[in-house]
């Protein structure tokens, strides 16, 4: 793949595909920019070069054409700031209209284009929506990683209309940071599994138990562990279908001489509210009517120091439901043991999701190797899936 930095942009409209689906308020502001952040530096490199750029994404999940919520203006007026300058907006991302506005800028200029989704061509792949799209650029960067691992018109149809095809910033990072984990980990070597489901992740850790040394698994998935051994886990979240999946890899762990460290305790709780009442107790013996929300005292420490112990660590997925406060200290534990590991020397990729949403609220971002802007790309890139946005790219 040829990166921006292997090319002039100079005199050049670049039509790239950035992932700005970020959060809004019911104000419409920005409550997390790191996905624009994270894209600033490919876009600052062509305006650099005296090109112009033509940016397009989605926001959310529209389901019947445009509605005002998912509406793209409403970042203009943080582009405008982060940039600089005067950010553009085509109310349409194709059309008559959108084409002569790309066709008059100049170099300097921006322009962002109204959300992709609000056309069910964008997701279907559609080949004339591409051609379309094509129709505004000089040349195509794909700078939106979290998308990757779609086939859609943006992210893999529209690169075989263009001579000049390149990878941006992100989308560099995020392959050689998840090579960095595959090919290149240093031992101790410790993934750290977390969420809700263990399907979710199935491939994942199937292929990790070839390559690490210690496999964390906390959050919701555990319960499914627990209770494929035999235990009591109350009202737990728990997916019946794969217990025996869970045994499975429990029996591979073995083989392999991995260490699979499931949480010794919960903190539990009688109710899903962050005011619920709360206790401590085994994962094996949860009490019927309750259920576990976060990892206990001792699964924190345990973690924390397998963590801290180790030279390469990939982390996906929080611990406990992280967005309550009174169910957070899990996440927050294995944040800081992340944190310190990295400090000590060893390579931290964070793997995009809610486990990027915690190390970014807690103010960690900068202090480990590598956060992902995008969860589900990067854990099929690691599954050893072709993304069909990366392969779109290659010569």
Same mark, same amino acid.
């Given at each position: 793949?040829?990166?921006?930095?292997?090319?002039?942009?100079?005199?050049?409209?670049?039509?790239?595909?950035?992932?700005?689906?970020?959060?809004?308020?019911?104000?419409?502001?920005?409550?997390?920019?790191?996905?624009?952040?994270?894209?600033?530096?490919?876009?600052?490199?062509?305006?650099?070069?005296?090109?112009?750029?033509?940016?397009?994404?989605?926001?959310?999940?529209?389901?019947?054409?445009?509605?005002?919520?998912?509406?793209?203006?409403?970042?203009?007026?943080?582009?405008?700031?982060?940039?600089?300058?005067?950010?553009?907006?085509?109310?349409?991302?194709?059309?008559?209209?959108?084409?002569?506005?790309?066709?008059?800028?100049?170099? +300097?200029?921006?322009?962002?284009?109204?959300?992709?989704?609000?056309?069910?061509?964008?997701?279907?792949?559609?080949?004339?929506?591409?051609?379309?799209?094509?129709?505004?650029?000089?040349?195509?960067?794909?700078?939106?990683?979290?998308?990757?691992?779609?086939?859609?018109?943006?992210?893999?149809?529209?690169?075989?209309?263009?001579?000049?095809?390149?990878?941006?910033?992100?989308?560099?990072?995020?392959?050689?940071?998840?090579?960095?984990?595959?090919?290149?980990?240093?031992?101790?070597?410790?993934?750290?599994?977390?969420?809700?489901?263990?399907?979710?992740?199935?491939?994942?850790?199937?292929?990790?138990?070839?390559?690490?040394?210690?496999?964390?698994?906390?959050? +919701?998935?555990?319960?499914?562990?627990?209770?494929?051994?035999?235990?009591?886990?109350?009202?737990?979240?728990?997916?019946?279908?794969?217990?025996?999946?869970?045994?499975?890899?429990?029996?591979?762990?073995?083989?392999?001489?991995?260490?699979?460290?499931?949480?010794?305790?919960?903190?539990?709780?009688?109710?899903?509210?962050?005011?619920?009442?709360?206790?401590?107790?085994?994962?094996?013996?949860?009490?019927?009517?309750?259920?576990?929300?976060?990892?206990?005292?001792?699964?924190?420490?345990?973690?924390?120091?397998?963590?801290?112990?180790?030279?390469?660590?990939?982390?996906? +997925?929080?611990?406990?439901?992280?967005?309550?406060?009174?169910?957070?200290?899990?996440?927050?534990?294995?944040?800081?043991?992340?944190?310190?590991?990295?400090?000590?020397?060893?390579?931290?990729?964070?793997?995009?999701?809610?486990?990027?949403?915690?190390?970014?609220?807690?103010?960690?971002?900068?202090?480990?190797?590598?956060?992902?802007?995008?969860?589900?790309?990067?854990?099929?890139?690691?599954?050893?899936?072709?993304?069909?946005?990366?392969?779109?790219?290659?010569?």
């Amino acid at each position: 793949m040829k990166s921006v930095d292997q090319f002039d942009f100079n005199g050049k409209k670049a039509l790239i595909r950035v992932d700005f689906n970020v959060p809004l308020n019911s104000e419409f502001q920005i409550t997390d920019d790191t996905r624009i952040r994270a894209a600033t530096p490919t876009i600052q490199k062509i305006l650099a070069d005296g090109g112009s750029v033509i940016l397009m994404s989605h926001l959310g999940r529209p389901k019947e054409g445009p509605e005002d919520k998912f509406s793209l203006k409403h970042l203009v007026p943080h582009l405008s700031k982060v940039f600089d300058r005067r950010v553009k907006f085509a109310t349409d991302c194709i059309g008559a209209e959108t084409e002569e506005l790309s066709s008059s800028l100049e170099p +300097g200029d921006i322009l962002l284009l109204e959300n992709l989704r609000f056309y069910k061509e964008e997701t279907k792949g559609d080949i004339d929506f591409s051609k379309k799209l094509a129709r505004l650029g000089d040349v195509y960067v794909n700078d939106a990683f979290g998308t990757a691992h779609r086939a859609h018109a943006s992210t893999a149809v529209i690169a075989q209309f263009f001579t000049d095809k390149l990878c941006g910033y992100v989308m560099n990072a995020e392959i050689e940071n998840a090579q960095m984990v595959i090919e290149k980990a240093k031992k101790p070597f410790t993934a750290i599994m977390g969420g809700a489901k263990i399907s979710d992740k199935i491939l994942i850790i199937e292929r990790l138990l070839d390559r690490v040394d210690n496999l964390i698994i906390g959050g +919701g998935m555990s319960y499914t562990f627990f209770k494929a051994l035999g235990g009591s886990i109350g009202n737990s979240l728990v997916e019946e279908e794969k217990l025996d999946l869970a045994k499975e890899l429990i029996k591979k762990a073995k083989e392999k001489g991995v260490n699979l460290s499931l949480p010794f305790d919960s903190i539990i709780a009688d109710d899903f509210n962050n005011d619920a009442a709360t206790q401590v107790v085994s994962n094996t013996s949860i009490p019927d009517g309750w259920m576990g929300l976060d990892i206990g005292p001792q699964a924190k420490e345990v973690f924390a120091e397998l963590i801290e112990n180790s030279s390469t660590i990939l982390w996906n +997925g929080p611990m406990g439901v992280f967005e309550m406060s009174n169910f957070a200290k899990g996440t927050i534990r294995v944040a800081e043991a992340v944190v310190k590991a990295t400090e000590k020397g060893g390579f931290s990729l964070i793997g995009g999701g809610d486990s990027a949403a915690a190390i970014n609220s807690l103010g960690y971002g900068d202090r480990v190797s590598y956060v992902s802007t995008g969860g589900g790309a990067l854990l099929e890139y690691m599954e050893g899936k072709v993304l069909p946005g990366v392969a779109a790219l290659e010569d």
